[in-house]
């Protein structure tokens, strides 16, 4: 039973337009959001988070949104750029520790 | 200049061999997890640990084993009875386990069974 869901395998975006991907998640005792971004064989890299008691937080490019009532946040990227080719990891935080999604593959359309 | 080192980046596993992967951070970090990835999967948990000589299973962690003697150091055994070792290892660490602590992740090391 996946309690973080990424529903998205991939995504393709033409390169200055934005990017929105999506998760979605089950447990309601998450309190702690994370974004990850992953290039092959590499470690995934901190992107940025947000505390279940925000619905916004803001990073340069980067924006994550949070809707708790629908168990629903995303990350905005605008705009977007060929670096960001990657896969993205939303993670959640529990009691057990993070749980991930399975990811989604952005992939920038020059 | 701080942060996770994992080693080997590729290793090669005989049938029923035991074979470990080694994780060390300098960030004076107090926790460490290991994670495992399989292609189109997320991360799953497989072992943590918040403090030097403990550590707890994660969701999977049938077929390894850990060890915690040193903060710095978080080694991972990868035994012959973990049936599909076949994966991406990814070693992370946060400075105490804390609820609302970011996780900082290794480079990973890929385990392949010959």
Known sequence: ?110 | DGGITQSPKYLFRKEGQNVTLSCEQNLNHDAMYWYRQDPGQGLRLIYYSQIVNDFQKGDIAEGYSVSREKKESFPLTVTSAQKNPTAFYLCASSIYGGPRETQYFGPGTRLLVL
């Open chain 1, 1 to 110: 039973d996946q309690q973080v869901k990424q529903n998205s395998p991939s995504l393709s975006v033409q390169e200055g337009r934005i990017s929105i991907l999506n998760c979605d998640y089950t447990n309601s005792m998450f309190d702690y959001f994370l974004w990850y971004k992953k290039y092959p064989a590499e470690g995934p890299t901190f992107l940025i988070s947000i505390s279940s008691i925000k619905d916004k937080n803001e990073d340069g490019r980067f924006t994550v949104f949070l809707n708790k009532s629908a168990k629903h946040l995303s990350l905005h990227i605008v705009p977007s750029q060929p670096g960001d080719s990657a896969v993205y990891f939303c993670a959640a935080k529990g009691a057990d520790g993070l749980t991930f999604g399975k990811g989604t593959h952005l992939i920038i359309q020059p």
